[in-house]
Every structure is written in C-alpha cells, then in structure tokens.
C-alpha cells in the first residue's frame, strides 16, 4: 500500500521525468515569443497553453497572492469579451480549460478539438493585452481567492505547517511567501496591484506558447504568428532576480500544534541547489537521491523505519528541482503509534548517517534507472505531462536542450555524484526541522 | 488553479465517444470476456481489471477487510515479500495499482512489450498468490489506521462520512470503507484470505487491455494470468435503503471555512431519462463555470471556491449528491442560494441556449477523454460494467443530442425535490440551525 498518505504530505518522492526528442518542434517569434510544438496524432485533439515567466515570487513586497489573483482575472472580460465568455466559448466548443500559478509561472490552459486551435491562440493573446476589469470583479473575485485560501489552508494543519515551514526556510528569498498569499495581504489587493503586475508581465517576450496533440509544426508556427506575433514584445520587461538567501547560520525548528491534527509527523527540508542551465548534473544525483531514500517500499527510509524496525507508518523523500532559484530537498516520517515526534526524528537523523556511512546500493541505483529509461517510453502516451514538463522547464531558466539532455544526465550520474550531493546537501544549519501535533490532552 | 479539479466525477457514466476508437470484443477459451484496442504507437499495454463487489462484500462486524486485503496484494506473493515483490517490478518497469470502492475492486497496469510475460507473471502472482503475511498484515494495518486516524479531523471526510451514515444508515455505504479501529484491530489473517477469495472472482471481473498487444496475444496471457482465480465469489449485496428527510445536520467542527455535502434521490444509469437528468444536471452543477451554482455562488457572490452538483449511480443506489465550502459566516447564505436554484430550475426549467450549450459542451468534450492508452482502457472496462454495447461509443453523441428541452424540463419537474435535499455542514457555520437528529 502506497498511496494512502495523499492528504497528509502532497510531495512523495520526486517523479522520474522523460522527454521524447523526436516529437517536438521549437521556434521563437520575432516578437521573442517561444513556441514548443508537441505531436501525438493518434486523436483530434489538442492542448493549447501559455506559460508566463512571472509566478508569486515575482510579486511586489506587500501584494503577495496578486500573481495567483491575476490569473483568475484573466477570466474575467477583455474590451471584446465579456465576463466569464472566455470559458463560456471554449466550453461551447466542447473544450475545458483551467489556469494554475506557481513560484515561478502562471499558465493558463484548454484542451479542446484541435480544429479549434485558432479560436483558442485568438482569445488567449487577446486577454495578454486587452484584459479590461470592473470593481464588481475585483471585490467578488478576492472573496473568492479568500474562500480558496480557507479551503487549501486554513482548514487545513498539514497545509499551514507547510505555509510556516517554507517561511522559516527562506528568510530573504520570496519563495518564503505562499504563492496563494498571506491573508492580510490578499485582502488587500485590488485593481491597481492586479493590474500593475499585468502590464509588467504579461507579454509575448515573457511567454511561451505550448501546442501539443494532433497538429503539424508549420501549421501551429502560422497560427501563432498570426495572432501572438501581432503583439509587441514589452521592451521595459525587467530583469528577472529575486533577494536571494544569506548564509543560514543554524539550524532552525518550528512545531505547530493544531487540535485538528490526528495524525502527527516530523519534516524536514534543506536548501538545495536547484536545475540549471547547461550545469543540471548535480540536481540530477539529488534527483536519484530523493529515489534512492524515499521513492517507496524499496527505499532507504522505509527499509529501515517500516520493515526492519516498525518505527514508521509511512515515509518520503522529495527533491523539487525543477526551479528558478534555489529549492529544498525534504524528508518526512509518519510515526508509528507509540514512537514519539522526538525518536521519529531520531530514527530519521539514523538513517541519513547510515547513508552517508554506507553508501549506495549499485542494485537499487540500476534498478532506478530501469524506470528512468522506460520513462521515456511511457511519457510518449500522455503529451499533457510533456507539455507540462517543457513548460515548467522553459519558465525556470531551462533550455529546450536541457529538457532533452535531462534523461541521458540521470542515466549518467555516478554512485560517487549521489554521495558527494549527499554530503553537499546533509548540513543541518541549512535546514528547518517541522512537527505537526495535536496540543497535549489536558486531564 | 482557477478551479478545483473534481476527484469525484469518475462515479458519473456518461461514457466518452469518439468513432475512431475500434473495440475488438474477445472469448478467452477459458471463458473471460475482455475488450481490446490495438494500437501499436508505443511499446507497451495498459491493461485494467474490475471486480465487482468491492467494499460492500465486507462481513458484517468486519468492516475494513475488503480494503486491507487490496492494500496487501502489492505486499509480497509466492516466495517474494513485499520488498521482494517491489524490486522485482522496479526491474520490469512495470507498475501495477490496486485500488478499491463502495463497489469495486480494480486493478491497473502498464507494462513494456519488451517484457510483458515477466510483467504478467507478477501481476499473477500479486492476484493468484498474495503472501498475506503477519509482518505485512501489521505494517499495511497501522497504514490504515493512519488514514482512519487523518479522517477524524477532516472536515470534508466528516461532512462525506456524515452524509453517508444519515442516507444510508446500516448499509456498508453508510460508513467508511477503511472500517474503525475498532474493527480493524479484529481482523485476522483467515479474514484477508477470505476476503480475497469472496472478492477476487472471475464471475464478476470485467477485462480490457489498449496498446501494443494483439488478440491472439492477450488471450494467451489472459487464461494464464485469471483461469486460477475462483470460479465464484460470495454474492453481491442488494439494494440500499436511501434516507434524505431535506433539512439540515450540522456537525460541530472547530474550524474556519464550514464544508457542506448535500443531496437528493438520483436516477439509475438505464432510464430512459438518464441523459435527460445528465445534461440536466450539467447545466445545474456540473463543474463548468457556467453551471447555475457556480454562477450563483461564486461568480456573483464570491462565497466560495468551488461547488458542484453530480449524479451518483452506485451498484446498490443512486442519489444526486454536491458540495459546497464556504466561512463560517457566509456559509448559511451559500446554503440558501443552493436551495433557491434548486427550487428555481424545477420551476422554471433550462433554457434553450442553456440546452444547446450543454449540448456542445458535453458531445465536444466527449472525444477529448480518448488520450492515451490507459484513459481508453479505463473507458473501456467501466462501459463493460454500465453493460453498454461496443459502438456506444460512435452513438452517445447522438443519444446527448436527442434530448429536447421537454424532456430536461420534465425531468427537471419529477426529478428535482427541494423539499428532500439535505444537508450536512461540518464547521461552525454562523445562523445553521440543525433541522436533523
């Protein structure tokens, strides 16, 4: 049983990646707008996105959630399209569509008959310019973020735990702020914030278009050029750097007690370098680490924790590496009942010096790169996750080539890269150590 | 995300349709019926088995077996232990998933071409052969209490859970297929192996396999993968009683944002108005932004995230359920507006642009569910399961078309009982009086 730990911890061990070079087509607009063509011509179907380089940590001190905010605005009118007709038009065309924000991006998405795609590419480069907002928007729409806020946060001790320990691993760098907002922030943002973030960020030179499923690369470039090349490219577009983290000093801890909280755990994460361009090969090796330690019932953490000793419910190992600036590298142990916070901990602490003592298992690691390889194969049947893949790649100072050249750099990483990665990464002053518990019953 | 994605909209039957799809309907000579869809693109096969049953076969006093025995099939089998067993299928590339509902055991795999009869032997193995041994009986068991644990304070799984209890009372629906502690602490190893064998039998499997495989192949690894499963399991349970009194229960939970689940009785996947009440409920709840609750809730009021309308079909009954979350203080005010779009649309009705786009909508998006092997196969067995013939695929569209506003608006009339929708709300929602004991 695998999957049951879902609601507690979202992040299980990293996901191997793929890509599948012979399907993929790029080009760049003269207007400096990227354009990636996926081709799966097995269904007339097609998904048609727009990422944008601007995500929540490229928000402005004091509006944080106004990237988040922004893109649900963007359903609102255009000077030619009235409120809520965008999604109204692609669903009248049979086509779902939906938008999501991040860190680093903001995308905005449908998935519709690919006879349609003109339609679509017309009314997404409409709203990346022409985006017209009422105060009934901006106020009905922030109830609505708040509400969601509620929902994912509030109600939520794994999600506020997660929203303080973020917060306490990045002091400076606005990864530290939830991509949702503070509260008191959000309930602040309106018309002028939203909009400033808009003119700043959204334009073709700051885009990428993704086309994936049943269309032909030369028919896509003649269709983008016609409606996203019209567009000017904004020359004022700033530079993107973010404050960046000082040295962390010590080690820092937080505990959040929540009478909601059931079932307790212990977290924790370290600063680690992130994927970059043309240098991912360390990332790479934390990659397989993050496998190695917590990508499921063969793993180090369940090995020792669950099956050897039965100390754990549950454990993961995650590794977001896929990201602007620096990420984290985290652990998490579910304790079994009788096992404190304290010794789950402990055990957890246990089984990083083993590692680090022991080294890696060469069986473990060939078998890990089996599913890298096969990977590849498996991707090519969902070009849904491909496109996500380029997009999350290409607004995190990604290249095309370095998506490409991603599976041949993890088949390549040595036992001798996962240890020295490991050493690098295992400094406890560059961590924060999480607990989620329930206040203790009072007699 | 603008919006939240549905988890729950897989319950729905409204099958996709697109013509290209090309279903090869196969005999074993061992007797197991499958649908196949070749496609040779990428080498590998997406192969879905369901059992029906599912967590309703639960034994009185043993509520849980069912869903600890699914949990343990991936823990170990033949002379493999759990570790054993997940090395083995990290070798192969092959993964296998096995998942359990109110109704219905499934399994999922995918496996390469290049080794598929490894694979299939495995898998074999995980079903014919599960170890079912103490240490892994222990370990998935505190897995679950875990979970059972978790629940306790989540305030959507105490408004399901309460929900379910009310509608269903003693029926397994009525409560949480994990089981209690409680019953879970009691379950011995002779309950799993009974449980395996009451609901892993071949009188209740649907098969269907898509990818890289032909008929002569699949039919060779189907008799050897299945023929040694039990001939029969133990019998399905029969119909639920469904309790909806209308009103309101409120749970008190502390917690900011109050989550409500509702319902009313639903209408079985056969009738003749099934579409009818389909596109129906579509233009009422259905997940798009322009359904008539989250116009009403949301776009115009701001009072929540998401709120959704669907028809549940189980095997045992079928109600029109939804849900809705908003603060404490504005919760009571999104109940409201719920029941005055239900009384309104059985009143008033849809109207015809609202029809025709329901229409668009519902046949254009049909064809977009057709994008890989796995979506094709999971199709593929769940029409088997709605007893649907092959080429309903090339004639759903057809059948959504044939709906006339009469008939959505008749339905709307018979179907729709504000005076039986009820309510359960988890939180401490501001002005909700308990109209429910």
Known sequence: ?443 | MIRYVLAFVACITALPALAEVDIEEITTPGGINAWLVEDHTNPFVALELRFRGGASLDPEGQRGVTNLMVGLLEEGAGDMDSRAFARATEELAASFRYDLSDDTVSVSARFLTENRDAAVALLRASLIDPAFDQPSIDRVREQVNSVIRSNQTDPRRIAGRNLDELVYGNHPYGSSLNGTLETVADLTRDDIVAAHKAALARDRLYVSAVGDITADELTALLDDLLLELPAEGTPLSGTADVNLPGGVRVVEFDTPQSVASFAQPGIKRDDPDFFAAYVLNHILGGGSFESRLMQEVREKRGLTYGVYSYLADRDAAEIWMGSVASSNERVGEAIEVIRAEWARMREDGVTPEELADAKTYLTGAYPLRFDGNAPIANIAVNMQMEDLPTDYISNRNDMVNAVTLEDVNRVARELLSPDKLTFVVVGKPEGVISTIN
Do not use: C
């Open chain 1, 1 to 443: 049983m695998r999957k049951f730990i879902a609601g507690l911890i979202l992040s299980l061990a990293a996901t191997l990646p793929a890509t599948a070079k012979d399907q993929v087509t790029t080009f760049t607009l003269d207007n400096g707008m990227d354009v990636v063509v996926i081709e799966d011509h097995r269904a007339p179907v097609v998904v048609h996105m727009v990422w944008y380089r601007a995500g929540a940590a490229d928000e402005p001190p004091g509006a944080s959630g106004v990237a988040h905010y922004l893109e649900h605005l963007l359903f609102k009118g255009t000077e030619t399209m009235a409120p809520g007709e965008f999604s109204a038009v692609v669903a009248r065309n049979g086509g779902s569509d939906n938008a999501f924000t991040s860190y680093d991006y903001t995308a905005y998405f449908q998935r519709i008959a690919a006879d349609r795609l003109d339609l679509m590419m017309k009314m997404e480069s409409d709203r990346m310019v022409n985006l017209r907002l009422t105060e009934q928007d901006i106020a009905a729409e922030r109830d609505v973020i708040l509400e969601e806020r509620n929902q994912r946060v509030e109600n939520n001790p794994g999600s506020l735990l997660r929203e303080q320990k973020n917060a306490a691993q990045y002091l400076n760098h606005p990864y530290g702020t939830p991509i949702i907002g503070w509260r008191h922030e959000m309930r602040m943002l309106d018309m002028e914030k939203a909009l400033d973030f808009y003119k700043t960020f959204y334009a073709p030179n700051n885009a990428i278009l993704i086309v994936a499923g049943d269309v032909m690369p030369d028919d896509v470039r003649a269709l983008a050029e016609e409606h996203y090349g019209k567009l000017p490219a904004n020359p004022d577009l700033p530079e993107r750097t973010r404050p960046q983290e000082p040295r962390q000093m010590a080690e820092r801890r937080i505990v959040l007690e929540d009478a909601r909280v059931s079932q307790p755990y212990v977290t924790r994460s370290y600063l680690a370098p992130e994927r970059d361009s043309g240098a991912q090969e360390e990332a790479a090796a934390l990659n397989l680490l993050a496998e190695i330690l917590g990508g499921g019932t063969t793993s180090l953490l369940a090995e020792k924790l669950q099956f050897e000793t039965q100390r754990a419910v549950s454990t993961s190992a995650f590794y977001r590496g896929t990201s602007l600036d620096d990420t984290t590298f985290g652990l998490a142990v579910v304790p079994a009942p009788g096992i404190t916070l304290q010794q789950a901990e402990d055990a957890m602490d246990e089984v990083i010096a083993s590692f680090l003592e022991k080294g890696v298992d060469s069986e473990q690691l060939a078998r890990i790169k089996i599913q890298v390889r096969a990977s590849e194969i498996y991707a090519r049947d969902d070009v849904g996750r491909l496109a996500n893949h380029y997009g999350r790649a290409l607004t995190q100072g990604l290249t095309v080539e370095d998506v490409q050249a991603w599976p041949e750099i993890l088949d390549a990483v040595t036992e001798e890269d996962i240890m020295a990665a490991a050493t690098e990464l295992f400094e406890r002053n560059n961590s924060v150590t999480a607990w989620l518990t329930a206040p203790e019953a009072t007699q």
